[in-house]
């Protein structure tokens, strides 16, 4: 026999037992990448999402660095975890499950796309029985409970919308001084995690929301981020210190006469959404809400740096702790890319990876 033919008939690779693997279904919505663990994974211990993200931090993290990082991943590679959803007393109110949000710099509180990804994979991969029309999922974040709805048309995800956690404006019209950049205008506001959001139009800088600029954006949105953070003791949940610190920058512009806009954000270590971030887009709606620019029944259409486009909307008015706040609605569609068995050799010297931007 030919080593060709040896080639053709050796398709196997057979695994070493002191090697980890780890199986995942890789996907994209709008074009931002989520690497969806289902094999593989560490016990976890504790009745909460917020528990098993803590648990993942302090003690697996290097899981996250390998599959995240190079030469696995990338820098602007994005991944989840499923739990067990939250402990509760009364059954009719607990979750599906659970999810844990990772990428380069950590762990995330809340991702609108990994949210839209996830919840198509569930009926692909047959883990609710999916009937014709409207599926809903409880899904437990870390920043608490997604509803997310499933359409389905003749057996075939066409879209999924969901409503976000209670989402609300902390500042507007906010002025920082950035490095490079001078005075930055900017409006701070959380939708499962805080954004510092900043509006082209009432800023002048020497770039924009194209891809040629995608550089500039990286260095300028973490510039941002990391005056924010220095200048604004503002960034805090009402109820959960683990969600109170500043997630990233968008930039944005807006078209309110035609309900149309289009933002980047930057956030985790300069990574860049290749979506029009969900959370964000979460967030967009509270402060549109305050400004009175969008209404009840309206629908403003966001689209991404590579021209992907969510739909948000407002579910309802409410009061969360101090704050005046809105449920948003964000629609978008996802779809699979691939199966992975990585492994991760014991001997290997670059087995948790590294990052190059």
Same mark, same amino acid.
């Given at each position: 026999m030919?080593?060709? +033919? %040896?080639?053709?008939?050796?398709?196997?690779?057979?695994?070493?037992? +002191?090697?980890?693997?780890?199986?995942t279904i890789d996907m994209?919505?709008? *074009?931002?990448?989520?690497?969806?663990?289902v094999g593989g994974m560490p016990v976890l211990e504790g009745d909460n999402v917020l528990a098993h993200r803590r648990q993942l931090k302090d003690h697996h993290d290097h899981l996250r660095k390998a599959l995240m990082y190079e030469p696995r991943g990338h820098a602007d590679m994005y991944g989840c975890y499923l739990t067990p959803p939250n402990a509760t007393e009364q059954n009719d109110e607990r979750g599906d499950f659970g999810i844990v949000f990772m990428h380069n710099d950590g762990y995330s509180t809340m991702c609108g796309h990994a /949210?839209?990804? !996830?919840?198509?994979?569930?009926?692909?991969?047959?883990?609710?029985?999916?009937?014709?029309?409207? =599926?809903?999922?409880? !899904?437990?974040?870390?920043?608490?409970? /997604?509803?997310?709805?499933?359409?389905?048309?003749?057996?075939?995800?066409?879209?999924? %919308?969901?409503? *976000?956690? $209670?989402?609300?404006?902390i500042d507007l019209d906010q002025s920082v001084v950035v490095a490079g950049l001078g005075a930055v205008t900017y409006d701070l506001a959380y939708g499962g995690a805080f954004y510092a959001y900043v509006d082209m139009g009432k800023n002048n800088f020497n770039? +924009?929301?194209?891809?040629?600029?995608?550089? %500039?954006? /990286?260095?300028?949105?973490?510039?941002?981020?990391?005056?924010?953070? #220095? #200048? =604004? +003791?503002? /960034?805090?949940?009402?109820? #959960? #210190?683990?969600?109170?610190?500043?997630?990233?920058? !968008?930039?944005?512009?807006?078209d309110l006469s035609n309900l149309e806009s289009k933002n980047v954000c930057v956030f985790a270590e300069g990574e860049v959404d290749r979506c029009p971030t969900g959370s964000g887009v979460s967030g967009r709606m509270a402060i549109h809400r305050a400004r009175r620019e969008v209404d009840f029944k309206q629908f403003l259409e966001v689209e991404s740096i590579?021209?992907?486009?969510?739909?948000?909307?407002?579910?309802?008015?409410? !009061?969360y702790g101090?704050?005046?706040?809105?449920? $948003?609605?964000v629609e978008g569609t996802a779809y699979v890319t691939g199966r992975h068995a990585f492994l991760i050799d014991p001997d290997d010297p670059l087995r948790e990876g590294f990052l190059f931007r």
């Open positions: 030919s080593i060709y +033919d %040896r080639i053709k008939s050796h398709t196997q690779l057979s695994v070493p037992s +002191d090697y980890v693997k780890v199986d994209h919505t709008g *074009g931002e990448p989520l690497r969806v663990v /949210i839209i990804a !996830i919840s198509t994979l569930a009926v692909q991969m047959n883990w609710i029985e999916a009937v014709e029309g409207e =599926n809903k999922l409880k !899904i437990d974040a870390p920043c608490g409970r /997604i509803d997310s709805y499933v359409q389905v048309e003749e057996g075939k995800v066409v879209g999924v %919308r969901f409503h *976000g956690v $209670p989402s609300f404006v770039f +924009d929301l194209s891809k040629k600029s995608y550089q %500039r954006l /990286i260095s300028a949105g973490m510039e941002i981020k990391r005056a924010v953070i #220095e #200048e =604004n +003791d503002n /960034i805090n949940h009402p109820f #959960e #210190e683990d969600l109170s610190f500043l997630y990233g920058t !968008i930039f944005l512009q807006t590579v021209g992907s486009k969510f739909k948000g909307s407002l579910v309802k008015d409410l !009061i101090p704050h005046q706040a809105v449920v $948003p609605q």
